[in-house]
């Protein structure tokens, strides 16, 4: 779901944290010991079989793109609403591939420098139009989750609870 609101493709392995219980896309090369199949677990299990509010989300174990995520609300899900949905986002995305934060600041010091050695390469790997404080494309994010419901993932009031 992260992935999808960020735009990300899923080609990197991920995990998600509840205090010291991890979910995740298991690797069959390193065997057994590692995370929770997150295919088998929802958010809301997760949630209410560790007691915890707050989860961490790693995605990328190269560049290291974290997450932290706060529960503040739960409410019943209604049953004319498409799950997942986005609630609200705040400035535009960091993009794939871009070297974790500190590769990714690397770049829009660059971005923002005409005479930055590196600046043609930004301008290739972002465009010129991108803008990091821009508002975020909601559009487009919607359109990536609708996917996710429509692939099975969540459904419309599948789920008895949701984050507000």
Request: proline share 6%; with cysteine.
């Amino acid at each position: 779901m992260f992935q999808a609101a960020l735009a990300w493709t899923g080609s990197h392995l991920w995990e998600t944290t509840f205090g010291r219980t991890g979910c995740g896309m298991a690797d069959p090369k390193y065997g057994f010991g590692g995370p929770i199949d997150a295919r088998n677990i929802t958010l809301a299990q997760a949630f209410r079989d560790t007691g915890r509010k707050t989860l961490q989300y790693l995605y990328d174990f190269g560049d290291v793109r974290e997450r932290s995520v706060k529960i503040e609300a739960a409410q019943p899900a209604d049953p004319l609403l498409t799950y997942p949905r986005i609630l609200e986002a705040i400035g535009e995305r960091p993009r794939e591939d871009s070297g974790g934060p500190y590769g990714y600041a690397g770049i829009l010091e660059a971005l923002d420098y005409a005479e930055h050695e590196y600046h043609e390469e930004a301008l290739e790997n972002l465009g010129e139009e991108y803008a990091p404080n821009r508002p975020p494309n909601i559009t487009f994010i919607e359109a990536k989750l609708a996917a996710l419901a429509k692939n099975g993932h969540r459904s419309r009031g599948q789920h008895a609870e949701t984050a507000a």
